[in-house]
């Protein structure tokens, strides 16, 4: 028997124990031995769980247990869930977790952790909940260069942004109804700011880098001040507005990243991904553009993902994660975010002051509502470039965006 101790018993960590219960005959043909949660770490007391004899709130005791050989850590937060899974991989124990911030401020760390002690750190979870899209990052596109990666890595936002499009709905109007319907947290900052999405395109990006960047170093912008009459002007064009969190290494070898509200053109995959579903694209250099999709958030789906690296780490407890090297990246690492180029849309309240040149030509799309209208480039402008166009459009333009 192969016994295990969670950490955490929210609605990820009760998920999990659901998954190896009811899915144990599956685990078990997997591994050609079961998989028991022998200890439940938790601050409260469960007296009407079936786990409520397995509750423990002396992470001692997990510790300290030479039977337990993988822990998954379903916490949040960093502290103390970081100085937990130190002392679980020097115990010799694998850590499978579904804590983007900690990965995220401290992935490099625990990995090597993980290596000295001969022991697996997985995260499948942290990213994308039940879209298995970490895996296939490290093992199956190993052999390609990664040019890009462009996701919906935040159900919330995106719950949110689908009904403003749907419906005309305003923000705060949508955001209180996924508050009621278990979309969004009390304090829905995380979601809304930009900041969950940025720290899992972090993730993302160290496993195809190798560059651990730090959260100041991505351009994060949220979704609080985006009108409801910008997206239904752009999905009259077939065109949404999606929370996308982006990243790139230029030839020069430095990493931009940003995670901020896109115009998504519908020939891009990611436009039609809607509700609270999440997708990731991913271009490499031989495989060319890939798509994961599925439900990015949820007990049950996220739950799956800690589980199946459960099974990674009990059926491969000893090997070595060397694509997985990790270094914290440095200012020679971060490329410059106002040098980053793409196509730009421009939403007007009545006519512009002028046209300027960058927004004429073939390939220029031009969208007209009522009393308002968009402008969406064919060249590519970085930040300097939109500003003057910005300013020669005048003050009619109320907003610029990002096209993907």
């Given at each position: 028997?192969?016994n295990?101790a ?5 609605t990820?960590?009760s998920g999990?124990a659901e ?9 078990s043909?997997r ?6 949660v022998?200890?439940i ?7 009407d769980s079936?786990y ?9 005791v997990?510790r300290d247990?030479?039977e337990i050989?993988?822990?998954?850590e379903m ?9 937990f899974?130190?002392?679980?991989l020097?115990r ?13 401020a401290?992935?490099d760390e ?6 000295q ?5 997985l995260?499948e979870?942290?990213v994308g909940?039940?879209?298995?899209v970490?895996?296939?990052?490290i093992?199956?596109?190993?052999d390609?260069?990664?040019?890009s990666?462009a ?7 995106n719950y949110i942004?689908?009904e403003?499009?749907?419906n005309?709905t305003p923000?705060d109007t ?12 009390a304090?829905p ?8 999405a ?5 993730i993302?990006?160290a ?9 100041e170093?991505v351009s ?6 985006i009108?409801?009459a910008?997206?239904a002007?752009l999905?009259?064009a ?5 929370l996308?969190?982006?990243a790139?290494?230029?030839?020069d070898?430095?990493?931009y990243?940003?995670a ?7 020939s891009?995959p ?20 890939t798509m994961f999709y ?5 007990k049950?789906p996220?739950?799956?993902?800690v589980v199946?690296?459960?099974i ?7 090997v070595?994660?060397?694509?997985l090297?990790?270094?914290?990246a ?7 975010a ?5 196509r730009?849309?421009?939403?007007l309240d009545?006519e512009?002051d002028a ?5 004429t030509?073939e390939?220029v799309?031009?969208?007209d ?9 064919a060249?590519r ?10 300013n020669?459009?005048g003050?009619?333009c109320r907003r610029a965006?990002?096209?993907?």
């Open positions: 028997m192969i295990i969670l950490l955490g018993f929210g990820v960590g999990c998954v190896i219960e009811k899915n144990q005959k599956i685990i043909a591994l050609g031995d079961g998989v028991r022998k200890y770490l938790d601050l409260r007391d469960f007296p079936p409520a004899d397995r509750i423990v709130h002396d992470f001692g997990i247990d030479p050989s993988i822990v998954a916490m949040g937060g960093v502290h103390p869930a970081a100085d899974t130190r002392e679980c020097v010799g124990k694998s850590v499978v977790t579904s804590n983007k911030a900690v990965v995220a401290l992935g625990l990995l090597e952790i993980a290596r002690n001969n022991v697996r750190y995260f979870a942290a909940g039940g879209i298995p970490v895996r296939p990052l093992d199956e596109l190993s390609n260069e990664i040019n990666l996701g919906i890595l935040n159900g919330t936002t942004l689908t403003m499009k749907r005309g923000f949508v955001l209180r109804r996924a508050q009621e319907l278990g979309y969004a947290e304090d900052s995380a979601d809304v700011d930009g900041f969950d940025a720290r899992k395109i972090i993302l990006a496993i195809a880098y190798g560059k651990l960047l730090p959260l170093a994060v912008e949220g979704i609080r001040n009108p409801a910008d997206v002007l999905a009259s077939g065109i949404s507005v999606k996308i969190a982006y790139e290494r230029g030839a070898g430095r990493i990243a940003a901020g509200p896109r115009a998504v053109l519908p891009c990611l436009c039609h991904v809607d509700d609270v579903f999440n997708g990731v694209l991913i271009e490499g250099n031989m495989l060319g553009e599925g439900r990015g958030a949820g049950l996220t739950a799956s993902a199946s690296d459960i990674d780490a009990a059926e491969r407890p000893g070595l994660q060397q694509r090297v990790w270094s914290k440095d200012a020679s690492d971060i490329a410059d106002g040098s980053y180029s793409c730009r849309c421009f939403v009545g512009p046209i300027p040149a960058s927004c030509g390939g799309m031009m969208i509502g009522d009393g308002v209208s968009a402008i969406i480039t060249a402008l970085n930040d300097s470039e939109a500003a003057e166009t910005e020669c459009l003050a009619h965006y990002k096209v993907i």
